[in-house]
């Protein structure tokens, strides 16, 4: 199955309402996207709620499964800063 960085970024993004339910915003963007072999990495931040470091984490592995389960894709979200362009507006 052939699939676009913008289609894999839409199938995440409805799934971030795990987040969500915690307070938390995830953001992503195509920039960074990258398939390899069959694993999509995803680059994602975080606004909203302030979260310790392994909560965070378990609420991206669980988005993770929850999108292999539905969406039958192997996405590895990948946690990093927001662009500067965000950065500087926050």
Do not use: C, K
Not at 22 to 29: F, I, Q, R, V, Y
Not at 52 to 57: G, K, L
């Amino acid at each position: 199955m052939d699939i676009s960085d913008e289609q894999v970024l839409e199938a995440v993004r409805r799934h971030f309402r795990l987040a969500e339910s915690e307070g938390l915003t995830l953001h992503t963007m195509q920039d960074g996207v990258r398939l390899d072999n069959s694993w999509w990495y995803v680059p994602v931040w975080s606004s909203g709620a302030v979260l310790r470091t392994h909560v965070y984490h378990a609420i991206l592995a669980d988005i993770e499964q929850e999108i292999e389960e539905s969406e039958g894709l192997n996405v590895l979200l990948i946690p990093t800063e927001p662009p500067v362009e965000v950065a500087q507006t926050a």
